[in-house]
Protein backbone atom coordinates (compact mmCIF):
# COMPACT_ATOMS: atom_id res chain seq x y z
CA UNK A 1 0.00 0.00 0.00
CA UNK A 2 1.35 3.64 -1.14
CA UNK A 3 1.86 5.75 2.08
CA UNK A 4 -0.09 8.57 -0.32
CA UNK A 5 -3.25 7.86 -1.78
CA UNK A 6 -5.08 10.40 -3.97
CA UNK A 7 -8.96 10.15 -4.86
CA UNK A 8 -10.01 10.08 -7.57
CA UNK A 9 -7.46 8.94 -10.12
CA UNK A 10 -9.18 10.28 -12.88
CA UNK A 11 -11.92 13.14 -12.51
CA UNK A 12 -14.05 14.89 -15.79
CA UNK A 13 -16.46 17.15 -15.01
CA UNK A 14 -18.50 20.14 -16.63
CA UNK A 15 -17.49 24.10 -16.50
CA UNK A 16 -18.11 25.14 -13.83
CA UNK A 17 -18.40 23.01 -11.25
CA UNK A 18 -17.05 22.51 -7.65
CA UNK A 19 -14.23 19.89 -7.49
CA UNK A 20 -13.17 18.27 -4.71
CA UNK A 21 -9.79 16.10 -5.03
CA UNK A 22 -9.00 13.83 -1.72
CA UNK A 23 -5.16 12.90 -0.24
CA UNK A 24 -4.66 10.55 2.23
CA UNK A 25 -1.74 9.47 3.95
CA UNK A 26 -0.28 6.84 6.46
CA UNK A 27 2.97 8.14 7.97
CA UNK A 28 3.49 11.49 10.21
CA UNK A 29 4.14 14.48 8.24
CA UNK A 30 5.95 18.11 9.20
CA UNK A 31 3.77 19.38 5.89
CA UNK A 32 2.52 18.67 2.63
CA UNK A 33 2.26 19.74 -0.86
CA UNK A 34 -0.52 20.24 -3.59
CA UNK A 35 1.19 20.16 -7.12
CA UNK A 36 -0.15 21.21 -10.42
CA UNK A 37 1.23 19.35 -13.11
CA UNK A 38 0.32 20.68 -17.17
CA UNK A 39 0.80 18.33 -19.91
CA UNK A 40 4.11 19.71 -20.72
CA UNK A 41 5.40 17.89 -17.41
CA UNK A 42 6.67 20.85 -15.31
CA UNK A 43 4.96 21.40 -11.60
CA UNK A 44 4.03 23.81 -10.03
CA UNK A 45 3.95 23.69 -5.97
CA UNK A 46 0.20 25.27 -5.39
CA UNK A 47 0.23 25.29 -1.36
CA UNK A 48 2.34 23.74 1.16
CA UNK A 49 0.24 23.52 4.57
CA UNK A 50 0.50 22.24 7.56
CA UNK A 51 -2.77 22.76 9.18
CA UNK A 52 -6.02 24.46 8.51
CA UNK A 53 -6.87 25.79 5.32
CA UNK A 54 -5.51 27.92 2.51
CA UNK A 55 -6.92 29.70 0.00
CA UNK A 56 -5.91 31.26 -3.38
CA UNK A 57 -8.23 32.72 -6.02
CA UNK A 58 -10.32 29.82 -6.74
CA UNK A 59 -8.23 26.95 -5.00
CA UNK A 60 -8.48 25.76 -1.33
CA UNK A 61 -6.56 23.72 0.20
CA UNK A 62 -7.50 21.96 3.87
CA UNK A 63 -5.94 19.36 5.93
CA UNK A 64 -6.67 17.60 8.74
CA UNK A 65 -3.84 15.94 10.85
CA UNK A 66 -5.14 13.98 13.30
CA UNK A 67 -7.64 12.30 10.17
CA UNK A 68 -4.36 12.14 8.08
CA UNK A 69 -6.72 13.40 5.16
CA UNK A 70 -6.06 16.39 2.62
CA UNK A 71 -8.50 17.87 -0.15
CA UNK A 72 -7.79 20.29 -2.56
CA UNK A 73 -11.44 22.18 -3.78
CA UNK A 74 -11.52 24.01 -6.65
CA UNK A 75 -14.84 26.49 -7.00
CA UNK A 76 -16.21 27.42 -10.15
CA UNK A 77 -13.70 25.05 -12.40
CA UNK A 78 -12.16 26.36 -15.95
CA UNK A 79 -10.57 24.53 -18.93
CA UNK A 80 -7.44 25.84 -18.00
CA UNK A 81 -7.87 23.74 -14.67
CA UNK A 82 -7.34 20.96 -16.85
CA UNK A 83 -4.02 19.03 -15.21
CA UNK A 84 -2.80 16.20 -12.87
CA UNK A 85 -3.07 17.14 -9.55
CA UNK A 86 -0.32 15.89 -7.09
CA UNK A 87 -0.11 15.36 -3.18
CA UNK A 88 2.86 15.05 -1.51
CA UNK A 89 4.20 15.08 1.87
CA UNK A 90 7.66 15.51 3.59
CA UNK A 91 7.65 12.95 5.82
CA UNK A 92 8.31 14.32 9.98
CA UNK A 93 12.42 14.62 10.26
CA UNK A 94 13.00 14.20 6.91
CA UNK A 95 13.44 16.51 3.93
CA UNK A 96 12.50 13.80 1.99
CA UNK A 97 8.81 14.16 -0.40
CA UNK A 98 6.60 11.10 -0.91
CA UNK A 99 4.36 12.02 -3.96
CA UNK A 100 0.70 10.72 -3.83
CA UNK A 101 0.11 8.75 -8.22
CA UNK A 102 -1.91 12.09 -8.87
CA UNK A 103 -5.83 12.89 -9.87
CA UNK A 104 -5.72 13.69 -13.45
CA UNK A 105 -8.46 16.31 -13.57
CA UNK A 106 -10.52 17.21 -17.05
CA UNK A 107 -12.53 19.96 -17.25
CA UNK A 108 -14.76 20.40 -20.05
CA UNK A 109 -16.10 23.23 -21.36
CA UNK B 1 14.02 35.23 -9.82
CA UNK B 2 15.01 32.47 -12.20
CA UNK B 3 13.28 28.98 -12.06
CA UNK B 4 14.87 25.86 -11.89
CA UNK B 5 16.32 25.18 -15.69
CA UNK B 6 16.46 21.94 -17.02
CA UNK B 7 17.66 20.52 -20.57
CA UNK B 8 16.42 19.42 -22.99
CA UNK B 9 12.91 19.23 -22.97
CA UNK B 10 12.90 16.25 -24.98
CA UNK B 11 14.39 13.30 -25.91
CA UNK B 12 14.61 10.36 -28.00
CA UNK B 13 16.83 7.31 -28.34
CA UNK B 14 17.13 3.58 -29.04
CA UNK B 15 17.52 1.20 -26.13
CA UNK B 16 21.48 0.74 -25.61
CA UNK B 17 22.00 4.35 -26.30
CA UNK B 18 23.22 6.77 -23.38
CA UNK B 19 21.89 10.40 -22.49
CA UNK B 20 22.30 13.32 -20.43
CA UNK B 21 20.30 15.04 -18.48
CA UNK B 22 21.26 18.78 -17.53
CA UNK B 23 19.81 20.65 -14.65
CA UNK B 24 20.48 24.25 -12.71
CA UNK B 25 18.95 25.17 -9.73
CA UNK B 26 17.58 28.50 -8.60
CA UNK B 27 20.59 30.47 -7.16
CA UNK B 28 21.46 29.61 -3.84
CA UNK B 29 19.62 26.80 -3.05
CA UNK B 30 21.55 24.16 -2.02
CA UNK B 31 19.85 20.79 -2.18
CA UNK B 32 19.03 19.55 -5.44
CA UNK B 33 16.65 16.28 -6.52
CA UNK B 34 16.18 14.46 -9.61
CA UNK B 35 13.37 12.48 -10.38
CA UNK B 36 11.75 9.71 -12.57
CA UNK B 37 8.32 9.77 -13.08
CA UNK B 38 6.75 7.38 -15.43
CA UNK B 39 3.42 7.78 -17.19
CA UNK B 40 0.39 8.02 -14.23
CA UNK B 41 2.51 7.54 -11.74
CA UNK B 42 3.79 10.59 -8.94
CA UNK B 43 7.45 11.47 -8.87
CA UNK B 44 9.66 8.97 -7.70
CA UNK B 45 13.19 10.34 -6.12
CA UNK B 46 16.10 8.56 -7.80
CA UNK B 47 18.61 10.97 -6.28
CA UNK B 48 19.38 13.85 -3.77
CA UNK B 49 22.23 16.19 -3.18
CA UNK B 50 23.12 18.22 -0.38
CA UNK B 51 25.58 20.79 -2.28
CA UNK B 52 28.40 18.94 -4.11
CA UNK B 53 27.36 15.85 -1.75
CA UNK B 54 24.73 12.68 -2.19
CA UNK B 55 22.02 12.34 0.89
CA UNK B 56 19.95 9.78 -0.47
CA UNK B 57 20.58 7.51 -3.67
CA UNK B 58 18.60 4.38 -2.38
CA UNK B 59 16.56 4.10 -5.44
CA UNK B 60 18.90 5.05 -8.26
CA UNK B 61 19.71 1.79 -10.11
CA UNK B 62 23.25 2.22 -9.90
CA UNK B 63 24.35 -0.47 -12.93
CA UNK B 64 22.98 2.28 -15.78
CA UNK B 65 22.24 5.93 -13.62
CA UNK B 66 24.96 7.97 -12.60
CA UNK B 67 24.54 11.61 -11.44
CA UNK B 68 26.73 14.33 -10.02
CA UNK B 69 26.87 17.63 -8.94
CA UNK B 70 30.99 18.46 -8.89
CA UNK B 71 30.93 22.14 -7.68
CA UNK B 72 26.95 21.98 -5.68
CA UNK B 73 25.37 24.06 -8.37
CA UNK B 74 24.36 22.14 -11.77
CA UNK B 75 23.67 18.79 -11.85
CA UNK B 76 23.89 16.11 -15.04
CA UNK B 77 22.00 12.74 -14.63
CA UNK B 78 23.32 10.07 -17.04
CA UNK B 79 22.03 6.77 -18.28
CA UNK B 80 23.86 4.62 -19.55
CA UNK B 81 22.60 1.79 -21.34
CA UNK B 82 19.16 3.25 -21.66
CA UNK B 83 16.39 1.02 -21.46
CA UNK B 84 12.76 0.66 -22.82
CA UNK B 85 11.50 1.07 -19.24
CA UNK B 86 13.37 3.85 -18.76
CA UNK B 87 11.15 6.04 -20.98
CA UNK B 88 9.79 8.77 -18.45
CA UNK B 89 9.47 12.78 -17.52
CA UNK B 90 12.83 13.63 -15.57
CA UNK B 91 12.15 16.13 -12.57
CA UNK B 92 14.68 18.22 -10.84
CA UNK B 93 13.72 19.99 -8.54
CA UNK B 94 15.90 22.49 -5.67
CA UNK B 95 15.12 23.53 -2.33
CA UNK B 96 16.62 26.50 0.49
CA UNK B 97 18.60 24.00 3.08
CA UNK B 98 17.53 23.96 6.48
CA UNK B 99 13.99 25.26 5.56
CA UNK B 100 11.79 23.32 7.69
CA UNK B 101 9.14 22.20 5.39
CA UNK B 102 10.98 22.08 2.44
CA UNK B 103 9.50 24.00 -0.14
CA UNK B 104 10.73 22.39 -3.67
CA UNK B 105 10.62 24.19 -7.01
CA UNK B 106 10.46 22.44 -9.97
CA UNK B 107 11.79 22.33 -13.37
CA UNK B 108 9.97 21.66 -16.70
CA UNK B 109 11.69 18.63 -16.55
CA UNK B 110 12.87 16.47 -19.65
CA UNK B 111 10.64 14.10 -21.29
CA UNK B 112 12.77 10.84 -22.54
CA UNK B 113 11.50 8.05 -25.04
CA UNK B 114 13.33 4.94 -25.18
CA UNK B 115 12.61 3.49 -28.57
Known amino acids: KNEVEQSPQNLTAQEGEFITINCSYS?????LHWLQQHPGGGIVSLFMLSSGKKKHGRLIATINIQEKHSSLHITASHPRDSAVYICAVIIQGAQKLVFGQGTRLTINP | EAGVAQSPRYKIIEKRQSVAFWCNPI?????LYWYQQILGQGPKLLIQFQNNGVVDDSQLPKDRFSAERLKGVDSTLKIQPAKLEDSAVYLC?????????????FGPGTRLTVL
Open chain 2, 93 to 105: ASSVRDKRYNEQF
Open chain 2, 27 to 31: SGHAT
Open chain 1, 27 to 31: VGISA
